[in-house]
């Protein structure tokens, strides 16, 4: 069970753009469309920011965009806010005998 | 709103077993597949267990299979953890979440574990 893997950290000034990668394999993010992210403030629960590779829960600001290619899958964050400063995570489904797997985790830093 | 409330974290030797609790409320939690996802101090998160919204199907992070149990009792709206054998590297911070489609929907607030002689 291999982790998937992101960048340790990324940074903007308020008002630009960062773009997180999250690579896995054929046998997960490349397989499924099963690809989630989630924002992690220090000392709080992970909150859930995409799903289903682009899909946005309610309330999530469209500010926050997702895609994939192959095995690689990406998160951008437009029009960065200093609260977009945190730990972001992907995961993806990885069939029924891994089940599931956490990215490394990007810290994301408002400039 | 949906509320999931773990408790049963603590400080507890090595090779000795613990249990943890998450409470659910505000949501029918009979319908949902629930994880227990943990993160060590200062670590990224690592995925532990899953169980199908009718206890039928469990599946379980590499590192944890064979010591730990998941399990679920859906009149009293509880989850559980069930962990046996502990050692320091599960050390961590654990936390139960709603499945839906393969998301993590809600997290609790989580529970604190900590493994030490």
């Known amino acids: 069970q291999s982790a998937l893997t992101q960048p340790p950290s990324a940074s903007g000034s308020p008002g630009q753009s960062v773009t997180i990668s999250c690579t896995g394999t054929s046998s997960d993010v490349g397989r499924y469309k099963y690809v989630s992210w989630y924002q992690q403030h220090p000392g709080k629960a992970p909150k859930l920011l995409l799903y289903e590779v682009s899909e946005r829960p309610s309330g999530v600001p469209d500010r926050f965009s997702g895609s994939k290619s192959g095995n690689t899958a990406s998160l951008t964050v437009s029009g960065l806010q200093a609260d977009d400063e945190a730990d972001y995570y992907c995961t993806s489904y990885a069939g029924s005998t891994t089940y599931y797997v956490f990215g490394t985790g990007t810290k994301v830093t408002v400039l | 709103q949906v509320q999931l409330v773990e408790s049963g974290g603590g400080v507890v030797q090595p090779g000795r077993s613990l249990r943890l609790s998450c409470v659910a409320s505000?949501?029918?939690?009979?319908?949902?597949?629930m994880h227990w996802v943990r993160q060590a101090p200062g670590q990224g998160l690592e995925w532990v267990a899953v169980i199908w919204s009718d206890g039928s199907q469990k599946y379980y992070g590499d590192s944890v299979k064979g010591r730990f149990t998941i399990s679920r009792d859906n009149s009293k709206n509880t989850l559980y953890l069930q962990m046996n054998d502990l050692r320091a590297e599960d050390t961590a911070v654990y936390y139960c979440?709603?499945?839906?489609?393969?998301?993590?929907?809600?997290w609790g607030q989580g529970t604190l574990v900590t493994v030490s002689p």
């Open positions: 979440a709603t499945e839906a489609t393969f998301r993590l929907d809600s």
């Open positions: 505000a949501f029918t939690f009979s319908g949902y597949g």
